[in-house]
């Protein structure tokens, strides 16, 4: 039942129409104040009374019953509290008799939402840090194909920058096929730990690393056959972890997809004017909206996951022109979080 609904029709306010006590009603800060809270301040000048008058003659007024069972004026506000028991009753009755049809609903109207959960490292196990933005996002896509939503599911990988070059040489310098396929994403682990404790012995390696990476870019077929190796693997380990929580993905496309659809990213912004040079890095100032530069280009001219997410943005936009694209990330990640509307 829609309580806001029920409480405007019931209320007759001379010269206040029921629409405007709908928008006015709201929810009491407190509970022992009741569900639902009407402040009558707007009504004085109607009605030539004070808003502790008014709310006190309307609490009279208003007919109690099945639905709200107690009505209450406090210093112009009026007070209602709802019959909960007969609610969760008929809550529990309509989960009983339409099962998995409860909840269903056309007010998505076959809209797009894109959710961007999860968003899982490759060559990394899941862990406790990706349990509650997969939960979250899980559940949001539910609720959204329930409400008749087009949902898209989408797994942002972690899969691209110089910690796969270091994985290339790890596997080409200690590794062996039937390990890795055998242990997966732990013998992954472990490859790329020891990549560490070698570096720090031999700082030449990183040179090595970088030179592996760059043939990830520049498309080499070896070292992406063996890029692509080590997300199928991870995939193959966090697909049980998925199964066991009901989640589901449509999309994997993680950030290295992106890699050849940046450009066109950079030149738009050039074009518009957004992009602007600081100690040799393109930056977009954002001190306008009280928010720190957003870093595009590094002086090197390396591009950032900012430069990515956006290419990632505006192709979700293409492909599925979305009315909306949700980012569930954990809290430590809220500087990246957005919403982008239809546009």
């Known amino acids: 039942m829609d309580y806001k609904s029920y409480i405007a029709k019931n209320l007759s306010i001379d010269g206040v129409s029921e629409q405007e006590v709908y928008d006015l009603i709201a929810l009491p800060p407190d509970n022992s104040m009741g569900d639902f809270a009407l402040p009558c301040f707007k009504f004085a000048k109607v009605l030539r009374k004070s808003p502790v008058v008014i709310a006190e003659e309307l609490s009279k007024s208003f007919p109690i019953g099945d639905v709200i069972v107690k009505v209450i004026a406090v210093n112009g506000y009026l007070n209602f509290t709802v019959n909960r028991n007969a609610r969760a009753k008929k809550v529990l009755e309509s989960v009983l008799s339409e099962g998995d049809n409860y909840g269903s609903s056309t007010v998505g109207n076959g809209k797009t939402i894109c959710i961007d959960y999860s968003s899982i490292n490759v060559a990394k196990p899941f862990h406790i840090g990706h349990l509650s933005t997969t939960v979250i996002g899980g559940a949001l896509y539910k609720i959204y194909k329930k409400l008749g939503y087009n949902v898209v599911g989408i797994n942002h990988l972690g899969d691209y920058g ?32 020891k990549y560490h404790d070698e570096a720090e012995k031999n700082p030449s390696l990183d040179d090595k690393a970088r030179e592996y990476f760059k043939l990830i870019e520049n498309g080499d077929k070896e070292c992406n056959e063996l890029f692509k190796w080590f997300k199928d693997l991870t995939l193959i380990d966090v697909e049980r972890v998925y199964k066991q929580l009901g989640v589901t993905f449509d999309s994997y496309a993680g950030e290295s997809f992106f890699n050849d659809k940046m450009a066109p990213v950079i030149d738009e912004l050039s074009q518009k004017g957004l992009l602007k040079e600081s100690d040799g890095a393109k ?24 430069t990515r997410d956006l290419a990632a943005a505006i ?9 909306k694209c949700l980012y569930v990330v954990a809290y430590q990640q809220t500087y990246t979080s957005s919403s982008f509307s239809k546009c």
């Open 162 to 193: 110089t910690q796969f070059g270091k994985l290339i040489y790890a596997y080409k310098a200690w590794g062996n096929r039937e390990e890795v396929e055998k242990g997966r994403v732990k013998e992954l682990m472990r490859l790329y730990v």
């Open 283 to 306: 930056i977009v100032d954002l001190e306008s909206y009280d928010m720190p530069p957003c870093l595009i280009l590094r002086s090197d001219g390396a591009s950032l996951y900012a």
């Open 315 to 323: 192709y979700r936009k293409n492909t599925y022109d979305f009315d």
